[in-house]
Nanobody, 117 residues
Framework: QVQLVESGGGLVQAGGSLRLSCAAS????????MDWYRQAPGKQRELVAG???????NYADSVKGRFSISRDNGHKMVYLQMNSLKPEDTAVYYC???????????WGQGTQVTVSS
């Protein structure tokens, strides 16, 4: 059974930091690209940051320079370090695992991040 379990969300003041974690089980973690998405109320889910199985990272323009994604293949973990948080970062953050051949992806249940002004 595949599981992605996010943790680390919470309430933080603007300018603060949070570190999200995603623990994966039931998959060959090292062959999956791992992404963090977020969805704010009334908005579409958007890609925040991604890391390929080779360790290449990419970020949404809105978080570049503030967020950092990393992975630990040995422990099947992916992290999102979020610094200089802004109220507009408030959303539910989701962990996603995906591979292309054959195409498959999995989602976590999400963790709420709330940034107060």
């Amino acid at each position: 059974q595949v599981q992605l379990v996010e943790s680390g969300g919470g309430l933080v003041q603007a300018g603060g930091s949070l570190r999200l974690s995603c623990a994966a089980s039931g998959i060959a973690f090292s062959i999956y690209a791992m992404d963090w998405y977020r969805q704010a109320p009334g908005k579409q889910r958007e890609l925040v940051a991604g890391i390929t199985r080779g360790g290449t990272t990419n970020y949404a323009d809105s978080v570049k320079g503030r967020f950092s994604i990393s992975r630990d293949n040995g422990h099947k973990m992916v992290y999102l370090q979020m610094n200089s948080l802004k109220p507009e970062d408030t959303a539910v953050y989701y962990c996603n695992a995906a591979k292309e051949y054959p195409p498959v992806q999995y989602w976590g249940q999400g963790t709420q991040v709330t940034v107060s002004s």
